[in-house]
Each structure stands twice: as structure tokens, then as C-alpha cells.
């Protein structure tokens, strides 16, 4: 059992591979094992049309798909919203409305000073200037360790701005990869069998007449 499962995760991996063999098994039984009576070309030609369907559905399933990861509406849908508009008599508009608003802030620093009295003596005078200017001096350092603080946060929010930043360039970078040419197996499949029943559908009455052992017939309307 355990074997089975693991066979099975393994066969998903690659679904169309899978269905690669299940159509060619489906043309080789309609052309050689199944052929159909009286050397009828029905049965090519309907393989060969449904061929190519299939390519051009991986086309139009690419196209849809790549449509829908930009945001686009389906094709229908925007045909009948132009329908609506037009039979109502209005034109509908979709427009993209942006406000923006800044605040600003004011910060204030009271700062203390020692009273000069002009009437005190020399020395309390002198007492009160070295005050004041060792008052100044833890002022300066207050303000320069505020902005080595600010400097520092400035630098974790420029750090953390540009890590968003490219975060965000390399989810866009994967999208668009992932629209260009995420569904490029796909389309390599549905390219491949479209060429097959393009030139199954055209050659179909001479892959009949081959099939039946009629070479010569074929090879003398060359």
C-alpha cells in the first residue's frame, strides 16, 4: 500500500505527461488499431479538430489566467458591463480617488537657568555663571544624545523600509515571472497537439489510404 501511495505522488508530479499518453494512445487506436470502414477519414478529422481545440484552449486558458493575476475582469464580464452602460444610456466610469494628509509636530525643550542678581556679590555672581554654563553643558548633551537616539532609530526605519522594499520588488518579480511563464509547459502542450491535428485533419484521407495499405495511390497524387 505504502508503495502504491508513494507511485502515486509520484505520478502527480507530471499530469501531462500522463495525459500526453492517453492522447497518443487515443490517436494511434483511431488511425491504426480502430480504423474506421470503407477507408473513412471521419474519425481522423474529428481527432485532428479536437486536437486542436485542445490547443486552443491551453492558449485561451494562459491568456484567462494571465488576465486574472493583473487584476482584469474576464472579457465577458467587461462586454456586458459595456452593454449595460451603453442601453442605459450612461457612461460607467471607474476611477481610483487618493487622499493624503500630513500632521506635524512641534516639540518643546524648557531649559533652567540660575538667577543673575546684580546686587549679589562677585563671588556669588561668579557661583552663579559656573551654574549656568555647567547647566548648558548637560543641555548640549541632553541634545546631542537625543539626536544620536534619533539618528540611530532614522537608520532602523531606512533598514527596515528598504528590507520591505525588497521584499516587495522580489513578490512582484515572482508574479511576473509566474504570469510570463508559469504556464509554459501548458502551452508547449497544447502547441504540440495542435501541430498534430492541424496535419492529422489536412492529411487525413492520405493517412487513411497509408493506413490501409494504399501507398501507392498517395504517393502517385504527389
Known sequence: MRWVKSK??????????????????????????????AESDFRVRTLGMLLQLIGVGTVWFDLTSTARSFGKTGLMFRTWTWIKAGFAGRTVNIGVAAMSSASATASGRMTVRWPMNASAS?????DAVEKNLTKIDEDIQAVFTEIDRNAIDMKERILNESNERTSAIGVVRRDLEEAAAGNFPFLVFGAVWLGIGVVLATWSPEIVKVVAGKWSVVITTI
Open 8 to 37: 502515486w505522488l509520484w505520478a502527480k508530479q507530471n499530469p501531462l505527461f500522463w495525459v500526453n499518453a492517453i492522447l497518443f494512445g487515443v490517436a494511434v487506436a483511431a488511425v491504426y488499431i480502430w480504423p474506421a470502414p
Open 122 to 126: 562677585q563671588l556669588d555672581r561668579i
